[in-house]
């Protein structure tokens, strides 16, 4: 199995520019999730969904977009790209948030200039 | 979901057991206790967690007060491959995971 997936691994993004992020997960997984991560910080959940279909948002979801159309893939979405969007991406996913750990993505690491 | 508390940093010299405390006085029936770990860069990796009685698996063991108001997560034979930032996590069901800035243990040689 190859568990969770996000691509690309690493991206420079122009302030303005626009990009989506990839996550795909093979485990058949309800739930999942994206956080980012700054510098020396704990991870800050952006978007969350559980179940193809519904998306709500995290902590800190202003300027991104999600969808969910299928339960394999949650695709992470910026628009306007601005510096302070720089920061580590990580996509997770779990069967129950209860019984099961989460699984995380390698991550992507992206830099606004 | 509960408050968690985590000193900043913890050393632990290798081969010796690694205790990480966490406190979580206001924790209710109901939440579960997690524990992650990340390694340098990497995502997150699951560890362990529990309810009230302690549990053991093949990464660490966990401890939870009687009162299930702290817990202590237990490395028995650390390695330098444990130096990680470790997170204490509060959680009940249906609600993702809130990653506070946990503690970051070196394993010195």
């Known amino acids: 199995n190859a568990g969770v997936t996000q691509t690309p691994k690493f991206r420079i993004l122009k302030i303005g520019q626009s990009m989506t992020l990839q996550c795909t997960q093979d485990?058949?997984?309800?739930?999942m999730y994206w956080y980012r991560q700054d510098p020396g910080m704990g991870l800050k959940l952006i978007y969350y969904?559980?179940?193809?279909?519904?998306?709500d948002k995290g902590e800190v979801p202003n300027g991104y977009n999600v969808s969910r159309s299928t339960t394999e893939d949650f695709p992470l979405r910026l628009e306007l790209a601005a510096p302070s969007q720089t920061s580590v991406y990580f996509c997770?996913?779990?069967?129950?948030?209860?019984?099961?750990?989460?699984?995380f993505g390698s991550g992507t690491r992206l830099t606004v200039v | 979901d509960a408050k968690t508390t985590q000193p900043p940093s913890m050393d632990c010299a290798e081969g010796r057991a690694a205790n990480l405390p966490c406190n979580h006085s206001?924790?209710?029936?109901?939440?579960?206790v997690y524990w992650y770990r990340q390694i340098h860069s990497q995502g997150p990796q699951y560890i362990i967690h529990?309810?009230?009685n302690n549990e053991t698996n093949e990464m660490a063991s966990l401890i939870i007060t009687e009162d299930r108001k702290s817990s202590t997560l237990i490395l028995p034979h650390a390695t330098l491959r444990d130096t990680a930032v470790y997170y204490c996590?509060?959680?009940?069901?249906?609600?993702?995971?809130?990653f506070g800035k946990g503690t970051s243990l070196l394993v010195t040689p």
């Open positions: 485990m058949n997984h309800n739930y």
């Open positions: 206001t924790i209710s029936g109901n939440e579960y």
């Open positions: 529990g309810l009230k």
């Open positions: 969904s559980v179940g193809a279909g519904i998306t």
């Open positions: 996590i509060v959680l009940n069901s249906g609600y993702a995971l809130n």
């Open positions: 997770a996913s779990s069967y129950s948030s209860l019984v099961y750990g989460y699984t």
